[in-house]
């Protein structure tokens, strides 16, 4: 692009036009950040300024697209000689009204051979590393460790920090944004909180959008009623960076519940809602993903839309539980509220001890699992893990045991059975206690204390299976999981679940890209692997190797099944049908409908499978090479 007048905030006005709230298609007003929008108009009026190669900033032609489909290159990357140049990228900061930053790592203070480097802020970032009020507030990613936290490399380096930012306030910086990297064929990765296990919003010589400002919350009354689905009731219209604690506080506030996560950071409009969304309500309401009414939403094109039922009908489908990160920027969600009930919770624990042997203790662990369809159909909610470290001295911890619309009365009936299963095999059970609040807010904040949500580690590495109902219907093939789980824990050292169902609500739309093997789901489960602090790539990639090898068992004893998108091994077998399931084939042609160019990519996401990252090693996947077509 060659600019023909003097670039600078007096010659050029951001690129927005502030459209009628009420201008909205689905008939909920806009909130402000949706109202100031990139029009036709907006990009005509940019021949005012004498730019050449205005086209960067056209809307795309999907048909177009799809006939250059076959001649895709390589998304540019720094240094090449088609890379925007500093005046171009300082242009498009001004059209998006001052919103672009440099993406320069946020560890950068900590390191002697960059500008940035200040050992006392160096010590600052270091403290407060793993905090989420540390890394929520960063823009970049945090791929990046400081010293403290560093591999073996001596030296920092961009890594898979993406080159630009734009901090999102508006839905027109959005689709400039969109547009800009469509145009010039620039790689395009999106951030709402960070939360992904697999770094989907991470990519080296991207530009990314970060949508954590869309923190809008609007409660639509008691009696709302959704014209395009029929529903009548309590609901929310939530900006997509709206996180669990904000939304929680607000449905508190007027005696209503939301189906949300444990975790009070994560962003509900995200990867989250995206990639179906478990949560403690899920056996009494369905996913996260089912609630969701109507989403706005910038298409790959640029193209800003309301989509529901009846507009896009087959992209409300994929938005809601297809995964993040691939069919579009969603900017804000109408979602359903439940009447608030009381919640009662239940931890305890029991171990191996000198009256209780490592057989016995597995026989316990296998009464616990025998309630589990019990208990999922009572509404309930658990949250366990196990210990063995050695093989022979383990753990068995609930915390804890969420029950929805009980009492401590209610739940210790409904305990009862397993205590005195325990106490017929001699296990001592510790720790037993009763909770009862008032909610969903008291319940997480009181459970889940925010210091519990440390974030920013980098030596550790997660897979996970769901494992079906079915399998609790035959005694031989609970005995083959149980066996499968016990032969990983006793040599992982640990492993955690949940416990849980997801509910058939006929009041909810549940026709949606959620895999149909977590309809089935009875407990998720998972296991990790460790590395140490100073590991090597090779190192890290034999560590993770060898936990997709732990996980093969898990997969013989639930053939069919599949792994939680959103909480998964990035090198997952097979990935397609275990994240989406027999949803995928339908999914992928959705992808070459609505995003022909390969504009979003995202690691294991819908179309990933046709491109690749370059200098990767096997296992060990990072995002700081050039993206490219296979």
Known sequence: MVVLVSVTTETIAPAVEAVAFDAASSGIEYFDFGSSQLTANVIANLTKYNLTGTTAFNFGDNEAAVEKRATRSCKVFPGDHVWPSDLTWFLLDLLLG???????????????????????????????????????????????????????????????????????????????????????????????????????????????????????????????????????GSAFKIGSGTQALKL??????????????????????????????????????????????????????????????????????????????????????????????????????????????????????????AQFPAYADAGMYSYWSIMCAPATTCSFSMAPQWGNDMDTAELTAVSAPLFSNLSALHIPVTDTKYTKFDGVLNTVINTWPAESEAVGAWNFHTASRLFPRSNWEDDSKLAAQTNALRKSVETAGMMLGYNFKTAVNPSVNQTNAVNPAFRETLMHAMLGAVWGQEATPEEIAAAKKNLVEMLQPWRKASPGAGAYLNEADINEPNWQQAFYGSNYDYLYSLKQKYDPWGLLYATTAVGSEDWHITDQLEYYPTQNGRLCPK
């Open 98 to 232: 001052g919103a672009l930053v440099d993406g320069v790592p946020a560890a950068a203070p900590c390191y002697k051979d960059w500008p940035q480097y200040d050992a006392v802020k160096c010590d600052e970032i270091t403290a407060a590393w793993t905090t989420p009020q540390y890394q929520l507030p960063d823009l970049r990613g945090g791929q990046l460790r400081p010293s403290k936290h560093r591999s073996h490399r001596r030296q920092l380096y961009s890594g898979s920090n993406p080159s630009y930012v734009v901090k999102v306030t508006n839905v027109a910086q959005i689709q400039l944004a969109v547009n800009f990297a469509r145009n010039l064929n620039i790689r395009l990765i999106v951030k709402n909180k960070g939360h992904d296990f697999n770094g989907k919003s991470s990519g080296a010589g991207a530009l990314s959008i970060w949508t954590h400002a869309l923190q809008s919350v609007q409660y639509l009354g008691a009696e709302y009623h959704h014209r395009i689905s029929g529903y009548t």
């Open 248 to 369: 929680y506080e607000a449905a508190d506030e007027l005696g209503l519940h939301v189906v949300g996560g444990i975790a009070r950071t994560v962003g509900i409009g995200g990867g989250y809602t995206a990639g179906g969304g478990h949560s403690p309500l899920m056996s009494k309401y369905g996913v996260a993903a089912d609630q969701v009414l109507s989403m706005e939403v910038v298409l790959p094109n640029s193209r800003f839309v309301s989509v529901d039922e009846k507009n896009y009908p087959d992209l409300f489908f994929a938005l809601r539980g297809g995964g993040g990160s691939t069919w579009g920027i969603v900017t804000s969600l109408v979602i359903r509220a439940y009447p608030k009930t009381p919640i009662t919770t239940l931890t305890y624990s029991f171990a191996t001890g000198n009256n209780v042997s490592t057989e016995t203790f597995w026989s316990g662990v296998d009464a616990v699992f």
